[in-house]
């Protein structure tokens, strides 16, 4: 038994789970897939994001606020940056394939048929660093809207057949590593 079996395939269950999601996400919720999945999951948009934090703390009246708001956008960029690196090397080093590889066939497929480069799901990570970069700055009531997100955003990932579950958890793993790691070297750099 090799390791990619246990640590990805968890016996059969990381297929299911997709079946599970893919074939029983109703037809009606498909737009809001599409959105969490190709507009506000994708890291794309990160520049618009960085802008926000750079928006937010050059407009807030308070200095130290500011100075806060500032490192959790150094915290954020520096993050990124290691997360893709790690997306981008995993995918090519893993090549996990796609469900539409291992299916061949798919209930509900949103966009171009991809068959390779599974490992982690990109959307994931990026959904996950912008939530863990907003998490420290925003008020407890906003939280749960956070992991909401974050949540939504794998959903969508299995709901229009682009990736696995072990796909989406690897993404979200990266991307909390990331953010800790940078939280280190920005803290030593201080």
């Known amino acids: ?6 640590l990805y395939d968890w016996s059969g269950w990381n297929r299911e789970i997709f079946l599970l999601v893919n074939e029983g996400t ?17 890291y794309w ?22 100075l806060e708001l500032q490192a959790h956008l150094a915290r954020f960029v520096v993050a990124f940056g290691m997360a893709f690196a790690v997306v981008g090397a ?3 080093l893993f090549d996990f394939p796609r469900p539409a590889a291992v299916f061949g066939h798919l209930w509900h ?10 490992l982690p799901s990109g959307h994931s990570t990026y959904a996950a660093l912008v939530a863990g970069g907003l998490w420290p ?28 579950p072990a796909d989406v958890l690897a993404g979200w793993l990266v991307a909390l590593g990331s953010l800790a790691l940078s939280s280190r070297l920005l803290k030593g750099a201080a």
């Open 1 to 6: 038994m090799s390791w990619a079996l246990v």
């Open 45 to 66: 948009t990160a520049p618009v994001v960085m802008g926000g934090f750079w928006v937010w703390s050059r407009t807030t009246s308070d200095v130290d606020r500011s």
């Open 90 to 92: 995993s995918k090519f």
């Open 109 to 118: 497929s949103i966009g171009s048929i991809e068959t390779h480069y599974s």
């Open 26 to 42: 109703p037809a009606m919720f498909l737009p809001l897939a599409k959105l969490f999945s190709y507009l506000l999951g994708n």
């Open 137 to 164: 700055m925003v008020r407890a009531h906003w939280r749960p809207a956070l992991l909401t997100y974050v949540a939504l955003v794998g959903w969508s990932r299995l709901a229009t057949g682009m990736h696995f």
